[in-house]
């Protein structure tokens, strides 16, 4: 099932992912029932599975599918505690874009 | 990296280069040609699309990424599924570029030690991050990691500086140095201390310190070195020729000439008596 790259990306990424299986962190601003709101550089709504132990406050690893309307639904979350640099997480993904050769295979 | 082998093949005259080289490598370091692998052992940060991506020249041929051949790696990933098998315990890793099979053999004398151990310790399961250190095995065409140590991540930024500092890495084999740090050695051979200051093939100390501390572009390793060698050689205004490049930095003449096309697509160097002599092009 996750066998393919799953692309870092935040929500400035969402609207080129649409439809792909990504990777995104972000801190729990919302849990409402089976939805949550993640701040991941700009607010995503994710729409949780019943596997999913989300900590309010706490950064979040979610792989996902996003919707046609840039809601992600999450296969996988990965609890990242309360000491996650933001920075850090920015950085990355802006890396994993400009330098995709070592992260992912573009379809362009 | 650099092991002198220019100077062993300037003081050598035609065949009796190899006897001279072999043996002046045979003193300097223990092992002699087996000391080449040695010395090239390195511990490489990765993603796992490097991996998959890994050129074999040839089965039993080290595996090369971005060019250069990787004996150790460490990587970072999510376990994915755990198999324990008699001998060994097998891993799928996946972090996000793509899964590897990571295998640690399980040696029977430590198991003892080890139960005792696995209480106290954080334990790998699915689902969780892990640092992988191992090297890359291929086994009737499939690829796997074989893990000297497997640990769990206790502090997920690990997972994003694992990534930056694979990048980085990976920048470094593509596009030579940092601009700022290639500054900082022009600065120090200029400096008061040029003593200090090994420089390329040891060099440096015959330019004078004249350095142009000239902000390059882009460039790749290769060329960066020759671009260098170019500017730190003694040589006349017909600049150096394509032999002696290899024989002073070490490297294979195809490789010299590719460099140079790069510099002289950037207008950096130009040729002089021949196609295969250059100079460097000063502003």
């Not at chain 1, 849990?31 to 999913?52: F, H, K, P, Y």
């Not at chain 2, 996946?94 to 003892?112: A, C, I, L, P, R």
């Not at chain 2, 689902?127 to 095995?137: E, F, I």
């Not at chain 2, 022009?186 to 003593?195: I, L």
Request: one cysteine or more; a negative charge.
């Amino acid at each position: 099932m996750m066998t393919e790259a799953t692309p870092r990306i935040n929500a400035s990424y969402l609207e080129s992912f649409q439809g792909q299986t990504v990777r995104l962190i972000g801190k729990v601003t919302q849990l409402r029932g089976e939805q949550a709101t993640i701040d991941a550089n700009g607010s995503v709504t994710a729409t949780l599975n019943r596997d999913c132990h989300l900590v309010l406050n706490n950064a979040v690893e979610i792989v996902g599918k996003v919707n046609p309307d840039l809601t992600v639904r999450v296969l996988a979350a990965t609890d990242f505690g309360s000491n996650i640099n933001f920075a850090a997480v920015d950085a990355v993904v802006n890396a994993t874009h400009r330098h995709k050769e070592i992260f992912y295979e573009s379809s362009e | 990296m650099d092991y002198g082998y220019g100077n062993y093949q300037n003081n050598a005259g035609g065949g009796g280069f190899m006897n001279n080289g072999s043996q002046g490598i045979g003193e300097n370091s223990p092992g002699g040609s087996a000391s080449k692998t040695y010395g090239k052992d390195t511990l490489r940060p990765v993603t796992i699309k490097q991996i998959i991506d890994a050129q074999q020249a040839h089965p039993d041929a080290d595996f090369k990424v971005d060019g250069v051949e990787v004996t150790q790696l460490t990587f970072v990933g999510q376990i994915r599924n755990i198999s324990t098998q008699t001998t060994n315990i097998t891993y799928k890793i996946d972090d996000g570029t793509g899964t590897v099979e990571v295998k640690q053999w399980v040696d029977s004398d430590v198991v003892n030690s080890m139960d005792t151990a696995t209480d106290a310790k954080p334990k790998l399961m699915e689902n969780s991050y892990a640092r992988v250190w191992g090297k890359l095995k291929s086994f009737s065409g499939k690829r796997h990691v074989g893990a000297h140590i497997i640990r769990p991540i206790t502090d997920h930024n690990e997972v994003q500086y694992h990534l930056l500092e694979a990048t980085a890495v990976h920048l470094f084999f593509t596009r030579g140095p940092p601009e700022q740090l290639k500054k900082g050695g022009n600065a120090a051979q200029g400096g008061a201390a040029p003593g200090q200051q090994v420089g390329v093939g040891g060099n440096a100390a015959d330019n004078g310190g004249g350095q142009s501390g000239r902000a390059l572009p882009p460039l790749s390793g290769p060329a960066r070195k020759i671009y260098h060698t170019l500017e730190t050689s003694p040589q006349s205004n017909e600049g150096l020729n394509v032999q002696d490049i290899s024989s002073r930095v070490g490297m294979q003449v195809n490789d010299v000439l590719k460099a140079a096309d790069e510099l002289l697509s950037q207008g950096l160097i130009y040729t002089t008596v021949d196609d295969n002599t250059w100079a460097i092009l000063d502003m």
